[in-house]
């Protein structure tokens, strides 16, 4: 039985969706078990009762627009999401699940999972998915703004024993996020980021990829630092987001444009299908010790059943078990 | 009489497709006359002759591929490029353009424009089309890779003289690019570039530009160093990219949706040339004491006409005198 806590309180439609996603994740898989950790009454509201559902009472909750979530955890422990996290710090569950603000879990990831012995940084590692369905690990992409070329060479070989275990890819394939595809290109960081990947054993590094070849490139595994990893991400959303926006505009603007749009409906749906985040769950929160799901702040019920998905599968794989085998190995002679 | 001073040799489409662009600039505009640089008999195949095109003749040019460009500066000072750069520098000619390798032109720019007193960088900065067509000025797009704040202060003063001389707007807002629209969001260096842009008068500093931002915000400028500038800039170009693959895919999948597609043609078609790149013309090689239009490789003779048509707007507004001026002010104390 795979044991999973619930940070049943964060997220922007929480606690409603996140119950119906934990209805949904109990009723697909007999193999979970799930702890949720938040208001009881609230809870109880949208809750299916099951024997596999357990509840941890407590009221108090981070706001998904907190300021300050050092001096949250400083000053209350009893918040779902850091009660949640010393359950698998404690080995009560084999994961977490949340969709409560990204700084909150990062603050909670350092202090109560912490990072795993010789892993100087973590890095928020989400799973994107191109036109056709494919899913690549960004990493990192926003836990930190600076960064060592040290750190890239963690993030590339956690992220592709996770592209291993989890998207069952044979031989992981990373790429490193950069300006040119040619060796010699980028920052200096990035030069010397380069000659590690490109020495170490434990991973398959292929060289470096350009912005534009994100959703096309055969890597699985893509390494940058958080700040270009986030401006990278939000570029993709942004562009698709306008592409689209100037897409319907026209559609408004013409009857026959209208029909044509009628017509194309299909392929339009089954474009939204192949990419619809809400299918592939959360970002992983590499670099700590235990399985950390971050779902989507504004996750609806499927795409928080998805995030539990991730971390049941994580859990399974063990993955834990084999980074830090991996990270020891890499750090034995610093 | 504006001279503008043409590389007829740069550009993968060279000697052909810039002179056509030449013919066009000189049929459009009467108050313009062209130095060619270039291979005189080459050139002479596709010139309408025409008493305000001169050629200066050169059989050397700078491969699109060339690896060394400083090499080439200080072995060969008859590439038509750098022979072009030199009749801007000794006042023979008001601008330059050029659709040549982009290194090339930033080595040129750097040894025989030179900079403009003050200015410590020199930056790319490619005018982007939104889908209605509105123009912002994104700079530093990949001039260089490593930055200090106050090099994004210099280039922001610069933009918005070109914002307020070429694209008209009276008082430019200028955006610093980072992952959050908050004040204190990014790393170390964007805070300090943050406070030196919110003090300086001669800007209209307005705060951070998310990634997504880039073709919504209501900023003319967006400033940022030149490795994430072109992470920006190739990833909107690679999502939109792999957006429309996705559509033409499906379209080929279905007898019904190619009706549909047809039906959408002029929305398509609208959005193509709202957003078509050879109608803006090229980017301008900021922070060097003359007006430098690097056309794109790939330029047609449409595409380049209209870096042309860029340069005579410069130099007709006389924005190398007012940047000048500003960036003299700046530094006054340094």
């Keep these: 039985m795979i044991k999973i806590a619930i940070d049943a309180m964060g997220g922007d439609f929480a606690p409603e969706q996140i119950i119906k996603g934990v209805n949904l994740a109990i009723e697909k898989h007999d193999d979970i078990e799930l702890v949720l950790y938040g208001d009881e009454k609230l809870i109880k509201k949208h809750l299916k009762e099951n024997s596999r559902v357990n509840i941890v009472h407590t009221t108090d909750f981070l706001d998904m627009g907190v300021e300050d979530p050092v001096k949250e955890f400083r000053t209350n422990p009893n918040h779902s999401l850091f009660l949640a996290m010393r359950s698998v710090k404690e080995g009560e569950t084999d994961a977490i699940v949340s969709a409560g603000p990204t700084q909150g879990l990062v603050v909670g990831g350092h202090f109560i999972l912490r990072r795993i012995r010789g892993m100087k ?67 200096a960081d990035d030069l010397l980021a380069y000659d590690l990947m490109d020495e170490n054993k ?81 970002a992983i929160l590499v670099g700590v010790d235990g399985i950390l799901i971050k779902a ?39």
């Design 296 to 334: 989507h702040g504004s996750s609806n019920d499927f795409a928080f059943y998805n995030a539990i998905r991730q971390a049941r599968s994580m859990a399974k794989a063990d993955i834990i078990t084999k980074i830090k085998k991996a990270i020891e190995e890499t750090h034995k002679n610093d």
């Design 202 to 282: 434990l991973i398959n590094f292929i060289g470096n990829v350009e912005p534009k070849e994100m959703l096309l490139t055969d890597c699985d595994v893509l390494v940058t630092d958080g700040f270009t990893g986030n401006v990278l991400m939000k570029s993709y959303e942004g562009a698709i987001k306008a592409f689209s926006t100037a897409i319907k505009t026209e559609v408004e603007n013409s009857f026959k444009v209208k029909m044509g749009a009628l017509l194309m409906k299909s392929a339009f749906n089954n474009i939204k299908e192949n990419t619809n985040a809400e299918k592939v769950g959360g």
């Design 121 to 187: 940084r973590v890095a928020i590692a989400p799973f994107i998915p191109d036109f056709n369905g494919r899913q690549r690990i960004l990493l990192d992409s926003g836990a930190n703004v600076e960064f060592k070329p040290e750190h890239l060479l963690d993030f590339a070989i956690v992220a592709s024993i996770i592209a291993k275990s989890y998207l069952n890819i044979e031989e992981p394939k990373v790429g490193l996020i950069n300006i040119g595809s040619e060796k010699g290109k980028g920052r």
